[in-house]
């Protein structure tokens, strides 16, 4: 990291990392460390609202096989992180599971200390 990179990018960017392997390892716990509990989890890919709360989202998560146990290739990558002020950010990333590969917008605020996603909202498309 540059001397003058901000160090709010390393502290997010820890979290993403948390966020992938949460994901990759279906890992509820893990991601609930990285989602504040109030949380919203959007997508509309489609045509349908899909709205969850994470009292909804992460016991699905918990109870899918992990693609990690289904032996499949992690894409998951960081494309922006961006900030609107000290306490509030906005991370572009994309991951796949299964067939589908996802572009998330997970919106970050900065509070008890620590940078909490409080959305997910996300497009995904099918793939081979």
């Known amino acids: ?6 160090p709010r990018f390393a502290e997010i960017s820890t979290v ?10 279906s890992d509820a716990s893990r991601l609930s460390t990285v989602f504040h509990p109030s949380a919203q989890y959007v997508c509309v ?3 349908t609202f899909q709205y969850l709360t994470m009292d909804d989202y992460l016991p699905i998560v918990a109870r899918r096989p992990s693609p990690a146990s289904r032996g499949e290739s992690r894409h998951d990558r960081i494309i922006s992180i961006e900030f609107a002020g000290p306490v509030t950010a ?3 990333v994309e991951c796949s599971i299964g067939p589908k590969f996802f572009t998330d917008f997970l919106t970050f605020v900065f509070i008890d200390g620590r940078w909490q996603i409080i959305s997910k909202v996300f497009h995904f498309e099918l793939r081979e």
Do not use: I
């Open 1 to 6: 990291m540059g001397e003058n990179m901000d």
């Open 16 to 25: 993403l990392a948390n966020y992938f392997d949460g994901l990759h390892h």
């Open 45 to 47: 890919t489609d045509g």
């Open 90 to 92: 906005v991370a572009r």
